[in-house]
C-alpha cells in the first residue's frame, strides 16, 4: 500500500463527488460553511471534557475511531475547497510559518502577548 | 525548493510552538477550539458574499491572501491536533472515502439523501 | 400561558443543570464552546442549500422544527453563559446597538465598507 | 430607561440594516453563517486559557468588554435569523426546556449518558 498524499486524496474526493453529481454544492462559500461544520463536530467530542480527559482521548477506541473520523472530514472539506479555488494548501503553509517566524522571534519576553492566540492574528 | 510535505510542516510547527514555550496551551481541547475558530474566519471571509461572488474570490489579490492565509491557519491547527494526537491525518482521510465509497454507491437515483450533507454523518 | 421572558428561561435552565448535577461542566469556557458547536448545526442545516432553498426552509415542517431546535439550542447555552458569567444578554445587545448607530451613521456612500461584514468588527 | 425587550431590540436591529441597505445581505443562509461566526469569536477569547482563568474573565474590564461585545454580536444575528424566518426564540427554548425536561428525568444514574453533552441532540 502506497502512502496517501494530498493530490491524490484531492483527485479521490473529485471523483467521488463528480461520480455523485455533488459539484453543483461544492461551491466555495458552501465548501467554507461545511469545513466550519465540521471543525465544530470535531470540537463537540471534547467541549464536556476537563483538560486531563482531552488529553486521554485516544484510550477509548469509540472516541478515537470518532476523532479520526472529523479528523478526515474537517480535511476533506479543506483540501476540496483549495482545489475548487486553486490554493496549495501544504505552500500556504509553508509560507505562513516564514512568516510568523520573522513576526514572532524566538526570546521575546513571555507574557500575555506571547500566548499563541496572537499568532494567527495578522 | 523541495515542496513541502505533512510530516516536515507538523515538524516546523512543533520546533515553533517549542521555542517558544507555547506547548502547554496546545493541548487537545484547546487545538480542538482554535481549528473551529480559524475555520470561523475562513468562513467570515464568504459570509455577506453571493455564491458568484465567491467562486471569483480569488481574482481580488488581497482577499485571494486572506483566503490563503486562513486556510494556512485550519490546516496548521489541525496538523498540530494530529501530532498531539498521534493521528496520521491522510491516512484518516483515506480510510474514511474508502467507507464513503461503499456507503454511498454511484448510482442511487437523486434526491435530498443524495446530497452531500449526508456524507459526513456516520 | 404567560410569555417566557429572559430571566425565567435563565432560571429555568439553571434548575435543570442543577438537578442533573451538570454545573460542573457549564464553566464559561464549555459553554462557549457549546455555543459555537450549536451554532454550526443550524449553520449546517443550510449549508447546500441556495440561497432560494434557505428562504423557504421553515414552508418544510420537518426542516422548521430543526431550525426552532437548534435556535433554542444557541439560546439556550448563551443564556447560560451569560448567568455564568453574570452578563445581561439583553442591556450588552442594548449597548451595542447604541455604539453602532454612531459607528456606522445613516448615509454613507454605498461600497464594500458599507457591507454588514463591517458592523460586528470593533 | 426602560429594561431593553427581545421585540424591540428585533425592531431597533431591523431598522438599522434597513436605513443602511444591508436587508439584501441578511438572508437566513448568511445570518446563520455571520451567527456561528460570532459565535467563534466568542470562544476565541477563552480558547488558550485554563479553566480557571476562563472563569476569572470578568474580572479584567478589558477582556470583559470584549466578551460582552461578543455576546451582543452573537444575540444580534441570532434575533435577526429569527426575524427574517418568523421564529420566536424564546417561546423556542421554552417548548425545548419542556421537551427535555421529559427526555432527561431526574434521578438517573450517573455517568457517561448524564452528562450534558446529551441534552441537545434530539
Redesign the interface.
Known amino acids: 500500500m502506497t502512502?496517501?498524499?494530498?493530490q491524490g486524496?484531492q483527485r479521490?474526493?473529485a471523483e467521488?463527488?463528480a461520480?455523485?453529481?455533488?459539484q453543483p454544492?461544492?461551491?466555495?462559500?458552501?465548501l467554507?460553511?461545511?469545513?466550519?461544520?465540521?471543525?465544530?463536530?470535531?470540537?463537540?467530542?471534547?467541549?464536556?471534557?476537563?483538560?486531563d480527559e482531552?488529553?486521554r482521548?485516544?484510550d477509548d477506541p469509540e472516541a478515537a475511531h470518532r476523532?479520526?473520523?472529523e479528523?478526515?472530514?474537517?480535511?476533506?472539506y479543506?483540501?476540496q475547497?483549495?482545489r475548487v479555488?486553486?490554493?496549495d494548501?501544504?505552500?500556504?503553509?509553508?509560507?505562513?510559518?516564514d512568516r510568523?517566524?520573522r513576526r514572532?522571534p524566538?526570546g521575546?519576553p513571555?507574557g500575555r502577548a506571547?500566548?499563541?492566540?496572537r499568532?494567527?492574528a495578522?
Request: charged share 20%; with cysteine; aromatic share 8%.
Open positions: 502512502e496517501p498524499d494530498v486524496l479521490r474526493l467521488f463527488a461520480s455523485r453529481a455533488w454544492y461544492h461551491t466555495p462559500k458552501n467554507a460553511a461545511a469545513l466550519s461544520v465540521e471543525a465544530a463536530e470535531l470540537l463537540e467530542i471534547f467541549q464536556w471534557m476537563t483538560p482531552a488529553e482521548v485516544m476523532v479520526a473520523d479528523v478526515a472530514d474537517v480535511l476533506a479543506l483540501l475547497f483549495c479555488l486553486g490554493i494548501p501544504l505552500q500556504a503553509l509553508s509560507a505562513k510559518i510568523n517566524e514572532f524566538v521575546r513571555p506571547a500566548r499563541p492566540d499568532h494567527s495578522e
